[in-house]
C-alpha cells in the first residue's frame, strides 16, 4: 500500500505455540519477513534498498500482528509491575 510517498506493508500472521517451539517461530517469521515475492511489483515509488516493492522489507513502514504466542515466563508479579504504570 502507498499512502501520500510511504510504502506500507501489513502483515498478519499466526506462529507456532509451545514453549518448546521458540525455534520454529523465530524461524517462521525470518522465512516470513525475507520472502522475496509475496506482493505485486510496483513502480509507483523507488522502495528501501532499491526493491520493488515485492518483498515485506522494501518497505518503509512494516506493521506486523497477529498471534505471536510469545508468552511470559517470568514471575507473574514482574509483569504485572512492568504494566501497572501504563494502565488505563
Known amino acids: 500500500m502507498i499512502m501520500d510517498d510511504t510504502s506500507l506493508c501489513f502483515i498478519n500472521v499466526h506462529l507456532a505455540a509451545g514453549q518448546s517451539q ?16 509475496i506482493l505485486p511489483a510496483s513502480d509507483e515509488l523507488p522502495f528501501v534498498h532499491g526493491g520493488d516493492g515485492t518483498a515485506i522489507l522494501d518497505h518503509e513502514l512494516v506493521i506486523l500482528n497477529g498471534d505471536l504466542n510469545v508468552s511470559d515466563t517470568g514471575p507473574s508479579s514482574a509483569c504485572s509491575d512492568l504494566l501497572r504504570p501504563i494502565a488505563l
Open 22 to 37: 521458540k525455534a520454529a517461530r523465530n524461524a517462521d517469521l525470518n522465512a516470513i519477513m525475507e520472502d522475496k515475492a
